[in-house]
């Protein structure tokens, strides 16, 4: 499922309650049901399969990647060298994407989170002319498949000067649908209109009001945006693709991608232990940060309920 | 030079809003560039004055010619930018012309793209250059793929005569003589697979361009360009004898049904269990590299003749460098193209693991002489070589061979599925053919 | 189109804000709506304005009118890949979404052991590069040399080809269904999260079991989100593109570059330098898409009154 332009693809909403209470946590904890965990685990074992095979693939040399069963290990541990040689080829290029994709991330994420968590505040508590078109061009424009787009948008952005330039990458970043939305619906029931109100009579700017008092009750909303803003531009690949050409500003994925493509060259050295093992560190630092956004989402979600 | 792509659809991007309104066909005597020739004085000149070269190819090779060329032209600072191999490539390029900016000075170009972006305007002549006159230089082949008449819009920088690479161990196991008819690789073809059903005489599914070296080696020209004529002919003699000979390796399921430059692709050339490729001579770096298991068991062959003891082969892949009509640089430019294609950059990207275009090294000893462990000690140059000289001659491209390309898995790819006879597949990507070619204005005859 | 998000309404405290200023509004809004114009808005009118003429390879650019509107309404290859997106969505999104609903339930329901390890695993296919899925996938399916093919070597079993002929709809099925169930899950799972404890307690007194729990008060709570979940998938089904695009190298005779609308638009614009009737049928596509979104929403909605 995809779309090219469009940030985060699918959605979630959240029921309009007005408030929210501290979860049931506390008493009447259900028995665990060892049926119920198999049943999981089944669809836990789908969805880690390839990511196992990914694993075992990245320990293996060049050749034994090719004369070896899949789903085990072969051969020689290479894990080591081939992480290393990830590193270190063709003048260590992959640190560079690697820190390519962080700026694309910090930004690109980063700046996605922050319009939708304004634009969702301001769609859920104020009125204004042209407001119920919003939300409706929105998801009208998402409709619009991507793919076809991408020429008129790189002409666009080569008038402007900004193809081959970070900006092409980052720009189209910023718009996330899916985060905007979910930002509405949040601030809809996590920010009280009372407590606005009780800073506006306390003679608090918008603006104040808005970053005192309401942000720290959107934090679980932003963290959740932000989760799936980084995973997105993290794996952006067509938008890239199109608008830069210098390999020196590639993210992490055109750069594997053109080490994949570098076996289909004459003379090209096949280097697909690299290409796995450079794969599996690409994967990391996303499965890192879900571990540690999770964690914050967890609590930050707990913490967004109890203020009333 | 890219054998075949990864990325699924053929290249080419839109030109946004521009029309690639059709300048000068044909002929390139009245192009800007041909307005006054330029010596090969103003061209050292240029070399000498210096400035910064932008230029896209993937061609890895290249990494070190812009090394050396650097460091024997001081001023000049080239650019050197992988910015996709094969289709992403001339997506970016189409694009820059597209939108008028960033547009590279030098560009990579296969030989099957050139006349698609040469016949649109976007290529420079070379000709006033100088480029005549390395008529002679080059394999009739290539030569022959970046002319158009008197105009030159590139200048090659790798050759792919085509040859029979083949595993002596699966071959003999099997106890099969190395063929050298298509009807003995038929024969073979039942041989090997009947020895051991798991083992495939060679990989297809499907595979434009070497079905189109098939045919151009049969003796077919089924396509012919004349500026914006257009004739397309899948059904003349050449191509119905590949089609015929074909029909049979995929009626009776002897041809391995895996796509090109997959993994299984790999494994099976690494295991044997792909005996062999009718490919152009750059394949030897891709096998050493991607097959490594079996090294020691490949060899090198003449690729199979329609006639008992012809020489008669084709081109498949290879690329050229080309200069673009955008650049402000040409001079430069040319100067650049000439050191790596034509100078010193030569023997550099011969040492790379490239295959020559130039007659001087297709010729050398040295090279002939040369022994690779990974083909058993084989003196492989020499029958590949061979096959540079037996090049069929008067073969064309399309002007839109990429988006012919593009379409032929949808058409004759058919066939290899078994739904529908070759021949008849090939009607179908001649039907393709036609119809865009009329749609894009070309006065298309069949 | 307004009906189609149902956020939560805007009730009376907006009203009485309104006094304050009818435009602040704005301010919080704008700078997303300001590049979403840019990136979005821009390029769509651009390519309103391109499916309007023809641009030859010989001949230029000329004014065309409707003509390429007609053209891809009687174009049988883009009804057939729209066919085909329609039958995917039919199988492919209920599966998808009833699994992860399955797995968000099983996860909120405090039953299972190892909770935290079970919402990581199956969320993490989301964060796997299409790339690197392409290369995951095409070994996972080969036949020959692949896992399939070591799987029918081992067990003599005779699984065919995956990407032989009918089965390559559902193995892109297969692929999407990886990649978005966790995503899908973690949406889910977080609706249920905020369900208010109050009904859950009230259920306890009234006795109710756990089926009854989540019938008369799970689902009902996240029917907001299981719409919207919905209408996205649509979306996502209709512009179908990456999973084929991936997989079309590795099976080119049954992924013809006409097998999605969007898969169509791209090799329309990108091989055939057919730009303007690229951009006819991305409009037709989005609009086709959003039509049926509609239906979506009303039906989603009218349930729910």
């Given at each position: 499922?995809s779309?090219v332009?469009?940030?985060a693809p699918?959605?979630?909403?959240?029921s309009?309650?007005?408030?929210?209470?501290v979860?049931?946590?506390?008493?009447?904890?259900?028995t665990?049901?060892?049926l119920?965990?198999?049943?999981t685990?089944?669809?836990g074992?789908?969805?880690l399969i390839?990511l196992?095979?990914?694993l075992?693939?990245?320990t293996k040399?060049?050749?034994?990647?090719?004369s070896?069963?899949?789903?085990w290990?072969?051969g020689d541990?290479?894990?080591?060298?081939?992480i290393?040689?990830?590193?270190?080829?063709?003048?260590?290029?992959?640190?560079?994407?690697f820190?390519?994709?962080l700026l694309?991330?910090?930004?690109?994420?980063?700046?996605?989170?922050?319009?939708?968590?304004?634009?969702?505040?301001?769609l859920?508590?104020?009125?204004?002319?042209?407001?119920?078109?919003?939300?409706?061009v929105?998801?009208?424009?998402?409709?619009?498949?991507?793919?076809?787009l991408?020429?008129?948008t790189?002409?666009?952005?080569a008038n402007?000067?900004?193809?081959?330039t970070?900006?092409?990458v980052i720009?189209p970043s910023?718009?996330?649908?899916?985060?905007?939305?979910?930002?509405?619906t949040?601030?809809?029931d996590?920010?009280p209109?009372?407590?606005?109100e009780?800073?506006?009579?306390?003679?608090?700017g918008?603006?104040?009001?808005f970053?005192?008092?309401c942000?720290?009750m959107?934090?679980p909303?932003i963290?959740t945006v932000?989760?799936?803003?980084?995973?997105a531009?993290?794996?952006?690949?067509?938008?890239p693709l199109i608008?830069?050409?210098?390999?020196?500003?590639y993210?992490?994925?055109?750069?594997?991608?053109?080490?994949n493509a570098?076996?289909?060259t004459?003379?090209?050295e096949?280097?697909?232990?690299?290409v796995?093992?450079?794969?599996?560190l690409?994967i990391?630092?996303?499965?890192v940060?879900?571990?540690?956004?999770?964690?914050?989402?967890?609590?930050?979600?707990?913490?967004?309920?109890?203020k009333? | 030079?890219?054998?075949r792509?990864?990325?699924?659809?053929?290249?080419?991007a839109a030109?946004?809003?521009l029309?690639?309104?059709?300048?000068?066909c044909?002929s390139?005597?009245?192009?800007p560039?041909a307005?006054?020739?330029?010596?090969?004085?103003?061209?050292?000149?240029?070399l000498?004055?210096?400035?910064d070269?932008?230029?896209?190819?993937?061609?890895?090779t290249?990494?070190?010619?812009?090394?050396?060329?650097?460091?024997?032209y001081?001023n000049?600072?080239?650019?050197?930018?992988?910015?996709?191999t094969?289709?992403d490539?001339?997506?970016a390029l189409?694009?820059?012309?597209?939108?008028g900016?960033?547009?590279?000075d030098?560009?990579?170009?296969e030989?099957y793209a050139?006349?698609?972006f040469?016949?649109?305007?976007?290529?420079?002549d070379l000709a006033p250059?100088?480029a005549?006159e390395?008529?002679?230089t080059?394999?009739?082949?290539?030569?022959n793929?970046?002319?158009?008449?008197d105009?030159?819009?590139?200048?090659p920088m790798?050759?792919?005569?085509?040859?029979?690479?083949y595993?002596?161990?699966t071959?003999?196991?099997?106890?099969?003589e190395?063929?050298?008819?298509?009807?003995?690789?038929?024969?073979?073809a039942?041989?090997?697979h009947?020895h051991d059903?798991?083992?495939?005489?060679?990989a297809?599914?499907?595979?434009a361009?070497?079905?189109?070296?098939?045919i151009?080696?049969?003796?077919?020209?089924?396509?012919?360009?004349?500026?914006?004529?257009?004739?397309?002919?899948?059904a003349?003699?050449?191509s119905?004898?590949?089609?015929?000979t074909?029909?049979?390796?995929?009626d009776?399921?002897?041809?391995?049904d895996?796509?090109g430059w997959s993994?299984?692709?790999?494994?099976?050339?690494g295991s044997?269990?792909?005996?062999?490729?009718?490919t152009?001579?750059?394949?030897?770096a891709?096998?050493e590299?991607?097959?490594?298991?079996?090294?020691?068991?490949?060899r090198?062959?003449p690729?199979?003749?329609w006639t008992?003891?012809?020489?008669?082969?084709?081109e498949n892949?290879g690329?050229?460098?080309?200069?673009?009509?955008?650049?402000?640089?040409?001079?430069?430019?040319?100067?650049?193209?000439?050191y790596?294609n034509?100078?010193?950059?030569?023997?550099?990207?011969?040492?790379g693991?490239?295959?020559?275009?130039?007659l001087?090294?297709?010729?050398?000893?040295?090279?002939?002489?040369?022994e690779?462990?990974?083909?058993g000690?084989?003196?492989?140059?020499?029958?590949l070589?061979?096959s540079?000289?037996?090049v069929?001659?008067?073969?064309?491209?399309l002007?839109?061979q990429?988006?012919?390309?593009?379409?032929f898995?949808?058409?004759?790819g058919?066939?290899?599925?078994?739904?529908t006879?070759?021949t008849?597949?090939l009607?179908?990507w001649?039907?393709?053919?036609v119809?865009?070619?009329?749609?894009?204005?070309?006065t298309?005859?069949? | 189109m307004?009906?189609?998000?149902?956020?939560?309404?805007?009730p009376k405290?907006a009203?009485?804000?309104?006094?304050?200023?009818?435009?602040?509004g704005w301010g919080?809004?704008?700078?997303f709506?300001?590049v979403?114009?840019?990136?979005?808005l821009?390029p769509?009118?651009y390519?309103?304005?391109?499916s309007?003429?023809?641009?030859q390879?010989v001949g230029?650019t000329?004014?065309?009118?409707l003509?390429?509107?007609?053209?891809?309404?009687?174009?049988?290859?883009?009804?057939?890949?729209?066919g085909?997106?329609t039958?995917?969505?039919?199988?492919?999104?209920?599966v998808m979404l009833?699994?992860?609903?399955?797995?968000?339930l099983?996860?909120?329901s405090?039953r299972?052991?190892?909770?935290?390890?079970?919402?990581l695993t199956i969320?993490?296919?989301?964060?796997?590069?299409g790339v690197?899925?392409?290369l995951?996938w095409?070994?996972?399916?080969?036949?020959?040399?692949?896992?399939?093919?070591?799987f029918?070597?081992l067990?003599g079993?005779?699984?065919?080809?995956p990407l032989?002929?009918?089965?390559?709809l559902p193995?892109?099925?297969?692929?999407v269904?990886?990649e978005?169930?966790?995503y899908?899950?973690?949406i889910?799972?977080?609706?249920?999260?905020?369900v208010?404890t109050?009904?859950y307690?009230?259920?306890?007194?009234?006795?109710?079991?756990?089926?009854?729990?989540?019938?008369?008060?799970?689902?009902?709570?996240?029917?907001?989100?299981?719409?919207?979940?919905?209408?996205?998938?649509?979306?996502?089904?209709?512009?179908?593109f990456?999973?084929?695009?991936?997989l079309?190298?590795?099976?080119p005779?049954?992924?013809?570059?006409h097998y999605?609308?969007?898969?169509?638009?791209y090799?329309l614009?990108?091989?055939g330098q057919?730009?303007?009737?690229?951009?006819t049928?991305?409009?037709?596509?989005?609009v086709?898409?959003?039509?049926?979104?509609?239906?979506?929403?009303l039906?989603g909605?009218?349930?729910?009154?």
């Amino acid at each position: 499922m995809s779309n090219v332009l469009m940030t985060a693809p699918t959605v979630r909403a959240r029921s309009s309650r007005p408030r929210l209470r501290v979860r049931r946590t506390s008493h009447a904890r259900p028995t665990r049901s060892v049926l119920l965990t198999v049943l999981t685990a089944l669809i836990g074992v789908y969805a880690l399969i390839p990511l196992v095979w990914l694993l075992i693939n990245a320990t293996k040399t060049q050749p034994d990647l090719f004369s070896s069963f899949g789903l085990w290990f072969s051969g020689d541990f290479a894990l080591w060298d081939n992480i290393v040689g990830v590193l270190t080829y063709d003048g260590g290029v992959f640190g560079r994407w690697f820190l390519n994709t962080l700026l694309y991330v910090v930004l690109g994420a980063g700046g996605a989170t922050l319009l939708a968590l304004l634009g969702g505040y301001g769609l859920a508590k104020f009125d204004f002319p042209g407001k119920r078109a919003v939300f409706a061009v929105v998801i009208g424009a998402v409709a619009v498949p991507g793919t076809a787009l991408a020429v008129p948008t790189f002409l666009m952005f080569a008038n402007m000067g900004l193809t081959n330039t970070p900006w092409s990458v980052i720009i189209p970043s910023l718009i996330s649908p899916f985060g905007l939305y979910l930002m509405w619906t949040f601030a809809t029931d996590a920010v009280p209109d009372e407590i606005i109100e009780a800073a506006r009579i306390d003679g608090a700017g918008e603006a104040r009001t808005f970053f005192q008092v309401c942000l720290p009750m959107m934090a679980p909303g932003i963290v959740t945006v932000l989760l799936f803003t980084v995973v997105a531009t993290w794996n952006n690949y067509f938008l890239p693709l199109i608008m830069l050409r210098d390999p020196d500003w590639y993210p992490l994925t055109l750069g594997l991608n053109a080490w994949n493509a570098q076996a289909t060259t004459a003379g090209g050295e096949a280097i697909f232990n690299l290409v796995i093992a450079g794969s599996l560190l690409t994967i990391l630092p996303l499965v890192v940060a879900f571990l540690l956004l999770q964690r914050y989402w967890q609590s930050g979600l707990a913490a967004g309920s109890v203020k009333e | 030079m890219t054998i075949r792509h990864h990325r699924a659809v053929g290249a080419v991007a839109a030109a946004g809003a521009l029309a690639l309104a059709l300048t000068a066909c044909g002929s390139g005597s009245d192009g800007p560039s041909a307005a006054e020739d330029v010596t090969p004085e103003d061209v050292a000149a240029a070399l000498e004055e210096g400035g910064d070269l932008l230029v896209w190819a993937w061609e890895p090779t290249l990494d070190k010619v812009v090394e050396e060329f650097e460091a024997e032209y001081p001023n000049v600072d080239v650019e050197l930018a992988n910015v996709g191999t094969g289709n992403d490539h001339y997506v970016a390029l189409q694009n820059a012309i597209g939108a008028g900016s960033g547009v590279p000075d030098v560009a990579q170009m296969e030989y099957y793209a050139l006349p698609q972006f040469s016949i649109a305007g976007s290529l420079a002549d070379l000709a006033p250059f100088g480029a005549s006159e390395l008529d002679g230089t080059y394999s009739p082949g290539t030569w022959n793929a970046v002319t158009d008449g008197d105009a030159v819009y590139g200048l090659p920088m790798d050759s792919g005569p085509m040859a029979l690479f083949y595993n002596a161990k699966t071959f003999e196991e099997a106890g099969v003589e190395v063929p050298a008819t298509w009807d003995e690789f038929v024969e073979a073809a039942r041989a090997i697979h009947e020895h051991d059903p798991n083992t495939y005489i060679t990989a297809d599914n499907g595979d434009a361009g070497f079905a189109t070296s098939m045919i151009w080696q049969a003796g077919g020209h089924p396509f012919e360009v004349d500026g914006t004529d257009v004739t397309v002919n899948l059904a003349d003699e050449g191509s119905t004898k590949f089609a015929e000979t074909w029909q049979q390796l995929i009626d009776e399921g002897l041809l391995a049904d895996v796509p090109g430059w997959s993994d299984e692709w790999f494994q099976g050339l690494g295991s044997g269990e792909i005996a062999a490729l009718v490919t152009g001579a750059w394949m030897p770096a891709n096998l050493e590299s991607g097959a490594a298991p079996a090294a020691g068991d490949w060899r090198v062959a003449p690729m199979p003749q329609w006639t008992a003891g012809a020489n008669e082969t084709a081109e498949n892949g290879g690329s050229s460098l080309a200069i673009t009509e955008a650049s402000e640089k040409k001079a430069l430019a040319y100067g650049f193209l000439e050191y790596a294609n034509a100078g010193d950059g030569v023997a550099t990207r011969l040492e790379g693991g490239n295959f020559p275009a130039t007659l001087a090294d297709l010729t050398d000893e040295e090279f002939l002489a040369e022994e690779p462990e990974y083909f058993g000690g084989q003196k492989i140059n020499e029958v590949l070589s061979a096959s540079a000289t037996g090049v069929v001659e008067g073969w064309q491209y399309l002007p839109y061979q990429v988006y012919a390309n593009s379409v032929f898995p949808d058409t004759v790819g058919q066939a290899y599925t078994g739904s529908t006879p070759l021949t008849d597949a090939l009607g179908a990507w001649q039907e393709s053919i036609v119809s865009y070619g009329d749609e894009q204005g070309f006065t298309v005859s069949e | 189109m307004t009906t189609l998000a149902s956020p939560p309404a805007v009730p009376k405290t907006a009203r009485r804000m309104r006094r304050r200023s009818r435009w602040t509004g704005w301010g919080f809004v704008g700078p997303f709506m300001a590049v979403f114009a840019l990136v979005f808005l821009a390029p769509i009118a651009y390519s309103l304005w391109l499916s309007l003429f023809q641009t030859q390879l010989v001949g230029g650019t000329s004014f065309v009118g409707l003509d390429n509107y007609a053209r891809a309404l009687s174009d049988p290859q883009f009804w057939a890949g729209v066919g085909r997106v329609t039958l995917f969505l039919l199988v492919q999104v209920p599966v998808m979404l009833g699994i992860s609903l399955l797995v968000a339930l099983a996860l909120d329901s405090g039953r299972l052991y190892g909770r935290d390890f079970f919402r990581l695993t199956i969320f993490l296919p989301y964060a796997v590069p299409g790339v690197v899925a392409a290369l995951m996938w095409g070994f996972m399916y080969g036949e020959r040399f692949g896992l399939v093919g070591n799987f029918n070597d081992l067990l003599g079993t005779n699984i065919p080809d995956p990407l032989a002929s009918t089965l390559v709809l559902p193995a892109i099925g297969n692929i999407v269904t990886w990649e978005f169930v966790g995503y899908n899950m973690l949406i889910f799972y977080s609706a249920l999260r905020v369900v208010p404890t109050s009904l859950y307690e009230a259920a306890e007194i009234d006795g109710a079991g756990p089926w009854r729990v989540i019938s008369a008060i799970k689902l009902p709570a996240i029917r907001g989100a299981l719409v919207i979940a919905t209408i996205f998938s649509i979306i996502g089904s209709f512009q179908l593109f990456n999973e084929p695009s991936i997989l079309q190298p590795l099976s080119p005779n049954y992924i013809s570059t006409h097998y999605t609308p969007n898969l169509y638009a791209y090799s329309l614009s990108f091989s055939g330098q057919q730009y303007n009737y690229s951009a006819t049928v991305a409009i037709i596509m989005g609009v086709l898409t959003m039509l049926v979104a509609y239906v979506v929403q009303l039906r989603g909605m009218r349930k729910e009154a």
